[in-house]
T-cell receptor, first 114, second 112 residues
Framework: SAVISQKPSRDICQRGTSLTIQCQVDSQVTMMFWYRQQPGQSLTLIATANQGSEATYESGFVIDKFPISRPNLTFSTLTVSNMSPEDSSIYLC???????????FGPGTRLTVL | GDSVTQMEGPVTLSEEAFLTINCTYTATGYPSLFWYVQYPGEGLQLLLKATKADDKGSNKGFEATYRKETTSFHLEKGSVQVSDSAVYFCALSERGFNKFYFGSGTKLNVKP
């Protein structure tokens, strides 16, 4: 299994500001994934972060709002830009396990935008 | 496209009751199927998985069987405990791809 950590675990931010969330994996992985979980909802994939190339965004998510970095095979960041209260969610990163067909998740970052 | 449908919750049971959470899927290929659990205030944990038809995944007393003929992967446990109270997500991933499709989640409340 992969062990994934995220920072910060939670934050309260003001409207119009930006927050960068960090995700660290304990092993090298080609792909990492960023999800949003709105209150009481399921997970929605934001983007796939590939090392050495631009992130691939899902429909409804754009790079200007959610820029992603992937500087190496164990680390990624997601920035939530120009935040509004509608961005209040849990943001989770994930990575495949060694077997390749399962995903392991970080503990999530609980974001509240006032 | 691929999708996962779960029974709506919340599901409320007494301790030691039998649990079933229904999950059906739509997929174009040969998916792997998963159940994840999310305890209050935590991230998702992989509970069990099955990678091909008729496989049974099991863990911590939970089990689910990959039924291709009914496109289902229902989660069962013979005797639930208060500590099983959580949200359960059914998910699929097409073989060879890393993209996951999640169901809407089913909240389970177990009362002592």
């Amino acid at each position: 299994s992969a062990v994934i950590s995220q920072k910060p675990s939670r934050d309260i931010c003001q409207r119009g500001t930006s927050l960068t969330i960090q995700c660290q994996v304990d092993s090298q992985v080609t792909m990492m994934f960023w999800y949003r979980q709105q209150p009481g909802q399921s997970l929605t994939l934001i983007a796939t972060a590939n090392q050495g190339s631009e992130a691939t965004y899902e429909s409804g998510f754009v790079i200007d709002k959610f820029p992603i970095s992937r500087p190496n095979l164990t680390f990624s960041t997601l920035t939530v830009s120009n935040m509004s209260p509608e961005d209040s969610s849990i943001y989770l990163c994930s990575a495949p396990g060694q077997g390749g067909n399962e995903q392991f998740f970080g503990p999530g970052t609980r974001l509240t935008v006032l | 496209g691929d999708s996962v449908t779960q029974m709506e919750g919340p599901v409320t049971l007494s301790e030691e009751a039998f649990l079933t959470i229904n999950c059906t899927y739509t997929a174009t290929g040969y998916p792997s199927l998963f159940w994840y659990v999310q305890y209050p205030g935590e991230g998702l944990q992989l509970l069990l998985k099955a990678t091909k038809a008729d496989d049974k995944g099991s863990n911590k007393g939970f089990e689910a069987t990959y039924r291709k003929e009914t496109t289902s992967f229902h989660l069962e446990k013979g005797s639930v405990q208060v500590s099983d109270s959580a949200v359960y997500f059914c998910a699929l991933s097409e073989r060879g791809f890393n993209k996951f499709y999640f169901g809407s989640g089913t909240k389970l409340n177990v009362k002592p």
